[in-house]
């Protein structure tokens, strides 16, 4: 892992981008000056990209940007190859057979992430919905009130649609940030009784977790809060491995819970769009795995965000995986 090291020469500090290399049984150093003090973010990414191509020329693969903290070379290359080996899976599918693999993965994604939060509808109960959306939405244009849809059945067809705008920001290249985040969320609780004030907008009200000791932040903290967040994101873009980057922002979202509902499908949801932004395939977490991913959750509260890092390099790893033994049989 590429780390900023600092060497003392005639009493004066300086600092260097340095990587560890193996050249046939003995490891050495390979480095890149970066002056008497650390650069600002912007020229560190700069010269970090620099630098991990000076090391890919040499044959040295699986270099993480140096903020880093838990994804290993070893895991850095496991990551790669399973986003390759996910790319060459969906290259060798026909077109409809891509778009029915694309189609059953956001209906799992949808049926685990609404699970999750304790909604009872299994994949088939999901499919069945989202079959009809499209007839729903059909009528309502020709001015027809669709009344009945139950609560659950609604949040299986906002996730679906929140999905249809995070395909065209991801196909704009936006980044996240406000906007984009209070838009999801808008579409998230819509048609959902009880919280027509609260979607799109900053929680305005303390919120809790049934079951857990943490204390989220006070309501008039959340503003405040998320826009340290969006800042920590935009700087450590390109300066933390994109898969740790997207767990991180994962808990912290969590951490602040900056909405009255909805806010770990959201986080799910923004996990995904970082991944998919740097290359990384879409990854469900699994509803059979939630007991372990709440775990997670709760040692980010605490600032601790190794556990749903490794967490999730385990599932993209896993899931990819899985894919390549399809390939195969």
Request: proline share 4%; with cysteine; net charge positive.
């Amino acid at each position: 892992m590429a780390r900023i090291i600092k060497r003392k020469v005639k009493g004066k500090l300086y600092y260097y981008l340095e990587e560890s290399v193996k050249r046939g049984k003995k490891w050495d150093k390979e480095s890149m000056y970066l002056g008497d003090s650390v650069p600002g973010a912007e020229e560190l990414k700069k010269i970090y990209s620099d630098f991990a191509k000076s090391l890919a020329t040499k044959g040295v693969r699986g270099t993480t940007p140096p903020y880093t903290e838990f994804i290993t070379r070893k895991a850095a290359l496991q990551l790669s190859g399973a986003a390759a080996g996910k790319e060459s899976y969906l290259k060798k599918l026909n077109p409809k057979q891509r778009a029915e693999f694309i189609r059953r993965e956001r209906i799992t994604f949808i049926s685990d992430s609404n699970a999750i939060e304790g909604s009872t509808l299994d994949y088939k109960q999901t499919e069945d919905i989202l079959a009809g959306k499209e007839r729903v939405r059909r009528l309502e244009k020709k001015g027809v009130v669709i009344t009945g849809t139950g609560r659950e059945a609604q949040e299986a067809v906002n996730l679906d649609s929140c999905l249809d705008i995070y395909e065209k920001f991801l196909a704009e290249g936006k980044e996240i940030d406000e906007e984009l985040v209070l838009r999801l969320h808008f579409v998230l609780l819509s048609k959902i009784e009880g919280y027509e004030k609260y979607r799109g907008i900053w929680r305005p009200v303390n919120v809790m977790i049934r079951g857990s000791p943490h204390v989220f932040p006070h309501h008039s903290e959340v503003f405040g809060l998320m826009r340290e967040l969006f800042g920590w994101y935009s700087i450590n873009r390109g300066l933390i491995h994109p898969v740790e980057l997207a767990a991180k922002f994962h808990t912290k979202f969590t951490g602040v819970h900056p909405f009255a509902d909805g806010n770990g499908r959201m986080a799910r949801l923004l996990m995904n769009y970082i991944l998919q932004s740097n290359g990384f395939p879409f990854t469900n977490i699994p509803l059979r795995r939630r007991s372990a991913y709440m775990k997670t959750q709760a040692a980010g509260n605490v600032g601790n965000h190794k556990p749903f890092v490794l967490f999730l390099i385990e599932e993209i790893a896993k899931q990819c995986g899985k894919l390549g033994k399809q390939s195969t049989a």
